[in-house]
């Protein structure tokens, strides 16, 4: 009969798969304690899992505990966020771990509903997160975020950014208003949105979303410039032409050499409201081909229902309206899916502290 051991442990929970990161559960293992046919599994989870953490932790015991070499297992799971390798020679902002960029090809697709309840999934899930909405020409995050009035600068040269259902969160349609046209040649807007981006005073966080405009212009060039971005979300349909464009913005940021963590389709299916019939008004299995042929990860659909809709035009996005609901979930398990393949790119070694700047002479 084989004894228990450390390397029977790692084999085991080798064999099981992590559904977050596509990686063995092993991979986390930090400790590892055996005292007779007893074993004790410290493993930390490199992304925010706080609605999985219970069933992963069942699944590991069980796993172990089926092996006959071992009598019980103690399994102890907890997760941390670390700050990952950005693009070029660029350092992470100062305080924010890690910049994730939601985008799309074509306006239409959802993107910034997408965006909004990643970032209160992700939220959900135990970070701290914030979101920039880059949309200047058509900003729509302080509405559905429910958020009015306009930041505060405490020393006239940076801004606090404003707060909503536990999100940070900034956009230009907090310093105009809701009416008013932003008018603008390219070299504003890039311009605008650096300023948004940089003279925030973002409170530690580990993720900051951006919700990017639709297409390939002026942001998205600047953004892989010039933007410490750790990896990239790309939202379309099963639409033939939304799928089109989709492939034009996963293109983009591989030749800028941003990781793509995965696609999300949006109104995949349609359930009615009365009779409760699914349909793929769209078409179906879009995404999941698009992600196969560029070999990235499918993170996850959503249905086009009614309520995201109303929720999201309310104030109230839906992760954040229903917590509990089966629309929350799928959000949070994208959320998951989204933290877990980041989890898996290299982590950035930058303190992320800045330029120091030496002053006055050294002392006699």
Known sequence: MTQANEALVRRILGDLTDPHTGA???????????????????????YPAAGAIESLTAQARQALEADEAIEAAV???????????????LAPLPNVKNILAVASGKGGVGKSTVAVNLALALAAEGAKVGILDAD???????????????????????????????????????????????????????????????????????YLVIDLPP??????????????V??????????????????????MFEKVEVPVLGIVENMATHICSHCGHEEHIFGAGGGERMAEQYQVPYLGSLPLDIR??????GGNPTVAAMPDSELAAHYRAIARNTAGR???????????????????????
Do not use: C
């Open 24 to 46: 063995p559960l092993a991979d986390s293992i930090r400790a590892v304690g055996v005292d007779g046919a007893r074993v004790s599994v410290d493993i930390q989870l490199g």
């Open 75 to 89: 399994v102890s799971l907890s997760s941390r966020v670390h700050s990952h390798k950005v693009q070029g020679a």
């Open 136 to 206: 200047i020409y058509g900003p729509s995050q302080p509405r559905m975020l429910g958020i009015h009035g306009r930041p505060e600068s405490p020393d006239g040269k940076t801004i606090m950014p404003m707060s909503a259902h536990g999100l940070q969160a900034m956009s230009i349609g907090f310093l105009v208003d809701e009416e008013t046209p932003m008018i603008w040649r390219g070299p504003m807007v890039t311009q605008a949105m650096m300023q948004l981006l940089g003279d925030t005073r973002w409170d530690m966080l580990d």
């Open 215 to 228: 297409g390939t212009g002026d942001i998205q060039l600047t953004l892989s410039q010039k933007v410490p």
């Open 230 to 251: 750790a990896g990239a979300v790309i939202v379309t349909t099963p639409q033939d032409i939304a799928l089109l464009d989709a492939r034009k913005a996963l293109k």
């Open 308 to 313: 995201i809709r109303e929720q999201a035009d």
């Open 342 to 364: 980041l989890a898996r790119q290299p982590r950035n070694k930058s303190l992320g502290l800045g330029k120091i700047v030496v002053q006055g002479q050294p002392a006699t």
